[in-house]
Every structure is written in C-alpha cells, then in structure tokens.
C-alpha cells in the first residue's frame, strides 16, 4: 500500500470553528491531492497541488484552503466549517502526470454540527 | 474531461468471472481509460488502465473496443471481496493532467456466495 496517512480518522466539530486536516505521505510524490465524498455526487476534488508552494482549486474549492510546505505533507483547512461540509475527506498522491495512477488515503469523516 | 456511462449496480455468483461494461463515446485519441473501485468504508483503489490494446495485470483485464468507444473491465474470478464499487474513468493525457481524476457514480458490483 502507498505510504499515505490522514489525520484525524474522524473529526466532530461546530460551526464556525477551524478545521484542518492532514495527508502526510512516505513516497516522495509530486502530486497530491484533495477529495470530498458525499452521497449522491460521488467523489469530488477540491485542491490539488503540483509541488511545493504550489497548488490549485478544483470543482469545490470555496470555503476551503491548502498548503504545501513539504512534499510529504498537505493540509486542507476549513476556516470556517459549515453544515455543508460534513463529508469524508480523501487525499491521494500520484507520482507523475497523467499515465500514474492515483493512490489514496482512507479517510478523514468530518461532521460539522 | 469525456464522460463515461456505466450501469448503475450488476450483480454476480462467486468464482464466476464478471464483465463491467463502460460507453465512452465521445473519447478523444489522447484519453486513457482508467478503473478504480472502491471497497466500504476504504478510498478508491487503482485496477488497471490503458490506452488502445488491451490490458492485463494481477487484478483484472481491460478489453478496449477497437473503436476505443467502450471498454470491459473482467475480473476473471469474482471472490466476495471483490464487492465494491468501480469507477471508468477517462483521463486525458494531452494537458498535464495535474488535476486529478473526474470521478462519476460508477457500477456498485455485488457478489453473491
């Protein structure tokens, strides 16, 4: 299994408050990135990021940020969660562009009441 | 990205070999067809992908049309825990392809004893 590591596996927090939740990853990839879960639309990206310091939104980027300070890690941080953003969360890695495929995380299950 | 159309659930008998469909009609010359699949409760896992011939590795085969306008993922030997999810996926290999892969809602496969 690739190196991937989420944290927390499950978080329960109250609106307004600040999330932040964690991919850490042992494999040196260039790649990483963020995904939400919900039932009936599947899974979603939110950021990606293409190195260090460098990143970009996806399909459901508002109300979340990133960063990148080190290739192994990359953090998702709600500044302030909503309802709407109970979900799961995933992070995968990739090692290059396109023909590498992605490997992902388990999980963080976020509820925001 | 081109879309894909797979049915919503199928169903199966133990030790028989399965074939998951998928209808990418509008694929261009530079997408690969990727599959993943996702068990309960885990994040989506990388089975196989290819381009125009077909394909095979430990976990399934990829039988591409000669068209490239659909393709058929085979597991050649279902077992229970083969009972998951899986997502046809097309990604283009032409721009980068840094942002990751546009999940739909894929065939939820069941295995019967």
């Known amino acids: 299994d690739a190196g991937i590591t989420q944290s927390p596996r499950h978080k329960v927090t109250e609106t307004g408050t600040p999330v932040t939740l964690r991919c850490h990853q042992t494999?040196?990839?260039?790649?990483m990135y963020w995904y939400r879960q919900d039932p009936g639309h599947g899974l979603r990206l939110i950021h990606y990021?293409?190195?260090?310091?460098?990143?970009d939104k996806g399909e459901v980027s508002d109300g979340y940020s990133v960063s990148r300070s080190k290739t192994e890690d990359f953090l998702l941080t709600l500044e302030s969660a909503t309802s709407s953003q109970t979900s799961v969360y995933f992070c995968?890695?990739?090692?290059?562009?396109?023909?590498?495929?992605?490997?992902f995380g388990n999980g963080t299950r976020l509820t925001v009441t | 990205d081109a879309k894909t159309t797979q049915p919503n659930s199928m169903e199966s008998n133990e030790e028989e070999p399965v074939h998951l469909p998928c209808n990418h009609s509008?694929?261009?010359?530079?997408?690969?067809i990727h599959w993943y699949r996702q068990l309960p409760s885990q994040g989506p896992e990388y089975v196989i992908h290819?381009?125009?011939s077909n394909v095979n590795n430990r976990m399934a085969s990829l039988a591409i049309a000669e068209d490239r306008k659909s393709s058929t993922l085979i597991l050649h030997r279902a077992t229970l825990r083969d009972a998951a999810v899986y997502y046809c996926i097309l990604r283009d290999d032409s721009g980068g392809g840094a942002d990751g892969l546009t999940f739909g809602k894929g065939t939820h496969l069941i295995i019967q004893p």
């Open positions: 290819g381009l125009t």
């Open positions: 509008t694929i261009s010359g530079t997408d690969y």
């Open positions: 494999e040196n990839h260039r790649y």
């Open positions: 990021s293409y190195g260090v310091k460098d990143t």
């Open positions: 995968a890695i990739s090692e290059s562009q396109v023909r590498s495929p992605l490997h």
